[in-house]
Every structure is written in structure tokens, then in C-alpha cells.
Nanobody, 118 residues
Framework: QVQLVESGGGLVQAGGSLSLSCAASGRTFDIRTMGWFRQAPGKEREFVAGLRWRGGDPNYADSVKGRFTISRDYAKNTMYLQMNSLKSEDTAVYYC???????????WGQGTQVTVSS
């Protein structure tokens, strides 16, 4: 199993920045991919950004390209999401997710609230 804990959410004005972290523990050696998702009130959870844990180009949702940057510190088992030029439509609960090698099961963190005021 993998345990995921997000941190770094909060309230920010439109145009501002926030950085989220996701600390992984447990079977971190077997992580294949990790990603960030978000869910706004009344909407379905959507993909934001993802990466292969052991390296490779990240991928982003069109809505965040050029504004958000996903990264990871392999030694610290931590993934990050740097969010710049935030918009009110970025308001959501942000979740990190991990998938292990040879598995299609997704592990989820508890989520962290990001609120962007206009």
C-alpha cells in the first residue's frame, strides 16, 4: 500500500500562486505514476497534471498548461504542484494520486482545499 498526504492549500487572490505537496509513504519503491486531480463543488474529479515517478515528461490538462508545474523529489518521496496565475476556476479540492507498478489501482490522499478569490 501507499499512503499519501497533501499539504499547502489555502486562500489566494486571483493572479497569485500556491504550492502543494504530496508526501508518499509505504511502498514508494513500487510507485509507477503520480498525479494531481481536483474536484470543484458540483463537478466531477478531473485530471490536472501527472508524471512518471522514475522520470519522463510530465503531462498537464489544457486548462493549467503554462501556469502549473508538477515535479517530484525522488529522495523525499514527495510530489509538488506549483500553481501560478491562479484563476477563480481553479478553486477546488486538490487530491494527489499514485499508482503502483503492475497495478491499475489508484491510491488517493485526503485532499487539500484551494480557494482563489476574484
Amino acid at each position: 500500500q501507499v499512503q499519501l498526504v497533501e499539504s499547502g492549500g489555502g486562500l489566494v487572490q486571483a493572479g497569485g500562486s500556491l504550492s502543494l505537496s504530496c508526501a508518499a509513504s509505504g511502498r514508494t519503491f513500487d510507485i509507477r505514476t503520480m498525479g494531481w486531480f481536483r474536484q470543484a463543488p458540483g463537478k466531477e474529479r478531473e485530471f490536472v497534471a501527472g508524471l512518471r515517478w522514475r522520470g519522463g515528461d510530465p503531462n498537464y490538462a489544457d486548462s493549467v498548461k503554462g501556469r502549473f508545474t508538477i515535479s517530484r523529489d525522488y529522495a523525499k518521496n514527495t510530489m509538488y504542484l506549483q500553481m501560478n496565475s491562479l484563476k477563480s476556476e481553479d478553486t477546488a479540492v486538490y487530491y494527489c494520486s499514485a499508482r503502483l507498478l503492475e497495478s491499475n489501482y489508484d491510491y488517493w490522499g485526503q485532499g487539500t482545499q484551494v480557494t482563489v478569490s476574484s
